[in-house]
């Protein structure tokens, strides 16, 4: 028997069905050991030794693996063909070998498609473990297990609230961050621009103003509406003939097919998706034999791809669409053993693949590998020059047109923000033609400050400066979106204050960790480990030697000197110059006292230095920015008449609440979001301040019915039950039938009831294999699948809008095989024994030659260990 190891079950089943009977594959599922996450897992002092620790949750995987190795004549380690997968097949055989369960021959195979022919084809090319990249593997993972074990303690004691640091991570961080400080110093410039609607054979065109008073106008000279106005003015009162006309011929090649960082991109731009569910998808069309591997820097296709690709274009168009000579791209990557061929699918005559989400990211990635290999689209650009009879006024019009589509007629590529490039067919005009004056218009514009980064463009800006590799940029993403340093809105990044703060304390203290060319060169230099130019250790050593010290000296400073550095180096953040020139650091509500950046136990803020004569703060924001108003620390907002107590606004650790009186016992009281911070007075407060509010007398049970707020929104209670309400408002003025009826819907539509009707978030389709309805449902512990058999969780990386129906039929799938869960809870009921009085009561003879009373003093405590036994 020959045992294959591969990473999925999914791969495995679909391998085991090209292979013989004498085959046997198990799945790895992934990694089956790593550093344990603790100091002195890598020693860099014994030549940076590590310390390996399978994972808890692979015993039972590992174990079958073993047993079947130990029966095994053969072990084929055939996991994915780039360095993770080396290192996988790497532990597979290092646990083995401890085990003594490692048979006497070991092949390492690799196959770039999950095809019957490139299966049995690789079978055929065995080779050893390739050295190099499991040499890369260390050397990546003991970096990041080093950078992250010695900065992130120092981050936790000198910048509290801050929650880690990575060398990639960090880096890709600073993008965002200096993006946003981009915008914010940003100062839009007025300009105008002068556009007349003309009309030639009956066809109308647009041209612009692109002399003025005889000088060629550039963009920005035109800064104020007087002078627009004296432009529309001349292009008004002028006679305009056509003085040139001039055509040319444009020739546009079609883009290369995915690697992994364009097609993150792409799929970004055209179908919305995040890194990290493109990957997962295409993760699955791989495993399906449906695409080759996802994670490549080639852009190149083997022969038979490229022939096949030809032959599908012939077949969907004419000879004309297929160019004489294969189109041969070559790759940047600079290791060979990394550059695998493009992603592509494994048969161009397959038009699609799964359903969902998996047929449109197939169709994007067959699309684009078909149109790698069309025709080049051949376009004509018409340009228009017209003059007035003076000479000084001149218009342009232009003009594009595709004459032949080639390429374009099947795949475009998509753009991250579109430009104004002109397009459309100009009517037929010669040298002399006076076309007529139909309107002119006068357009006030201001300069636009840079976009935010989207994730394709984040990608691409990441891929441009070498930091980290494509492999790796979705869950470096998805890091930085769970550690709350950026948010995502409208698809774009924005850096929180979390984020701002850690970013400046790095720039401050780890300049050359977080430099863009530094990250870069130490990514060349892994690469070298991984094409055997350059030794791990040394590397490592390298860094370390410099690190280590750095971070020694800063664990040394006091927290309150690192603040006071933090002060000086975010000051044109912090306090930003005021439009009327008074200090920006002079406090807003003693006028007396400076603010300063001070550290607090949840995190960085500013403060008044007269304190605790002046109590103002505010949190860690742009000063004078959107947060800056709303963060002005304790705000008297009046006194209450019923308790002639202080009502105060204040800002805390959650975000803003009212107070009544002072100290320990004073009522607070969040403030809602849906309250408009400039409706927000005395009046509102006292609302808040009431709750819960008696809504009266429930006319069927007799108990009492209250509106309150709570952590989740507003609601209604009754009788241990409650009901959703729509806003802050309803709270306040609900009266008891709308009450009752919400009461009652809720308990229809209940969650938690027993024997209610939970109501799905989502109806997903019809299992695949099954053919019995999926169904996305929310429950007490989060999200779940079911198939009203069996109910799976969704796993934490697995966002719930954008699960897929294989997704969750596999899901299910799993959760099936594991056997149902109910028969495991039944064997909790046999701890209680332990405790009962009978083990208490044999302790008590030996009490008795000393004394008696000791031993009756027993008996009370046996009862209470009984009783705590009962509550566990």
């Known amino acids: 028997m020959q045992l294959v190891i591969v990473e999925s079950p999914a791969k495995a089943k679909t391998i085991e069905k090209y292979l013989g009977s004498d085959f046997k594959v198990l799945a790895s599922y992934g990694h089956i050991r790593d550093l344990p996450p603790k100091d002195g897992s890598v020693d860099p002092d014994d030549g940076f030794a590590m310390v390996w620790q399978p994972y808890a949750d692979k015993t039972k995987q590992l174990k079958a693996i073993t047993d079947l190795s130990k029966k095994a004549t053969r072990l084929i380690l055939a ?75 120092v981050l936790w004691r000198k910048l509290p609230g801050a929650k880690s640091a990575g060398r990639v991570q960090s880096v890709s961080l600073r993008l965002i961050v200096e993006r946003e400080h981009e915008i914010e110093i940003f100062k839009p410039q007025e300009y105008w621009s002068v556009t007349a609607l003309m009309e030639q054979d009956g066809q109308d065109f647009q041209a612009r103003l692109t002399v003025h008073q005889g000088k060629k106008l550039d963009k920005m000279d035109l800064s104020n509406e007087e002078q627009a106005m004296a432009a529309k003015a001349a292009v008004e009162n002028g006679l305009f003939t056509i003085e040139s006309v001039e055509t040319k011929p444009l020739t546009r090649n079609p883009p290369p097919p995915f690697t992994t960082s364009t097609l993150q991109q792409e799929a970004a731009r055209k179908l919305g998706f995040s890194a990290s569910h493109t990957m997962r998808i295409a993760q699955q069309l791989y495993e399906d034999g449906a695409i080759t591997y996802m994670r490549t820097d080639g852009v190149q296709m083997d022969d038979s791809a490229i022939s096949a690709a030809r032959k599908a ?47 449109k990211l197939y169709s994007l990635i067959l699309k684009r590998a078909m149109a790698s290999q069309m025709a080049a689209a051949r376009m004509e650009r018409t340009t228009v020059e017209m003059r007035d009879g003076t000479g000084q006024t001149g218009l342009r019009a232009t003009g594009q047109v595709v004459k032949f589509p080639g390429f374009l007629a099947l795949y475009e590529e998509g753009r991250d923000d579109s430009g104004d490039e002109d397009s459309g067919l100009l009517p037929a005009m010669a040298k002399g033609d006076s076309p007529a004056k139909k309107s002119v218009e006068a357009n006030q514009h201001f300069t636009q400050p840079p976009p935010r980064y989207s994730e394709a463009s984040l990608v691409k800006k990441m891929e441009e400066l070498g930091i980290g590799r494509p492999s790796t940029y979705a869950s470096i993403i998805k890091t930085l979106k769970d550690r709350a340093y950026v948010r995502t809105e409208g698809n774009r990044f924005f850096a929180e204050e979390s984020g701002r703060l850690l970013i400046g304390f790095l720039e401050r203290f780890f300049e050359r960790y977080v430099a863009y060319d530094y990250t870069a060169l130490l990514e060349e230099e892994l690469d070298d480990v991984s094409g055997g130019r350059a030794q791990w ?8 030697h410099d690190f280590k010290p750095k971070t020694a000296e800063v664990m040394e400073r006091l927290p309150s000197e690192v603040t006071a550095e933090l002060d000086t180096f975010l000051a044109d953040y912090l306090f930003p110059e005021k439009e009327d020139g008074s200090d920006p650091r002079l406090c807003p509500r003693c006028n007396e006292g400076k603010l300063a950046l001070r550290g607090g136990r949840f995190g960085a803020f500013v403060a008044c230095s007269n304190y605790p004569e002046c109590k103002y703060t505010r949190r860690f924001a742009q000063g004078g920015g959107a947060n800056a108003d709303a963060d002005e620390g304790p705000e008297d907002l009046g006194i209450d008449p019923d308790t002639e107590e202080k009502i105060t606004k204040m800002v805390g650790r959650f975000g803003p609440y009212v107070q009544r ?112 309805e999926i169904k996305l449902m929310d429950g007490r512990y989060g999200p779940y699948v079911t198939d009203g058999t069996t109910n799976a969780s969704l796993p934490k990386t697995v966002d719930k809008d954008e699960l897929t129906l294989e997704e969750a039929a596999q899901l299910i799938d799993d959760r099936a095989a594991k056997g149902p869960a109910k028969k495991r809870k039944k064997a909790a009921p046999k701890k209680k024994p332990a405790a009962k009085k009978p083990a208490a009561k044999k302790a008590a003879p030996k009490k008795k030659p000393a004394a008696k009373k000791p031993a009756a003093k027993k008996k009370p405590a046996a009862k209470k260990a009984t009783e705590e036994a009962k509550t566990e």
């Open 79 to 153: 996991t994915d063909p780039d360095r993770e997968g080396e290192a996988i097949s790497w532990h597979v055989q290092e646990v083995l070998r401890k085990k003594k369960a490692l048979p006497e021959k070991v092949d390492r195979v690799t196959f770039n498609a999950i095809t019957k022919a490139a299966v049995t084809e690789a079978m055929t090319r065995p080779r050893a473990l390739d050295d190099d990249l499991i040499d890369a593997y260390r050397a990546r993972r003991a970096l990041d297990y080093l950078v992250g074990f010695t900065l992130s303690p």
């Open 537 to 544: 250790q040394e590397i490592l050593e390298a860094f370390w």
């Open 313 to 359: 274009i012939s077949d969907r168009y004419d000879a004309s669409y297929v160019p004489d000579k294969p189109r041969i791209y070559k790759t940047k990557a600079k290791n060979a053993q990394e550059a695998h061929e493009a992603i592509r699918p494994t048969s161009f005559t397959r038009d699609s693949a799964g359903s969902g989400d998996h047929t």
């Open 661 to 772: 009186g002072e100290g320990k016992e004073a009522k607070r009281s969040s403030i809602p979001k849906d309250i408009p911070n400039e409706e927000f007075g005395l009046e509102w407060a006292l609302k808040l301040l009431s709750l819960p509010r008696e809504v009266g007398t429930h006319p069927e049970t007799g108990k009492e019915v209250m509106a309150q707020i709570g952590r989740y929104g507003p609601y209604l209670s009754h009788d241990g039950k409650s009901a959703r309400l729509e806003n802050t408002m309803e709270v306040f003025e609900i009266g008891m039938n709308a009450a009752v009826a919400k009461l009652a819907d809720a308990a229809k539509n209940s969650k938690g009831g027993r024997g209610a009707k939970q109501e799905p978030l989502k109806i997903m389709g019809m299992h695949p294999r099954t053919e019995v």
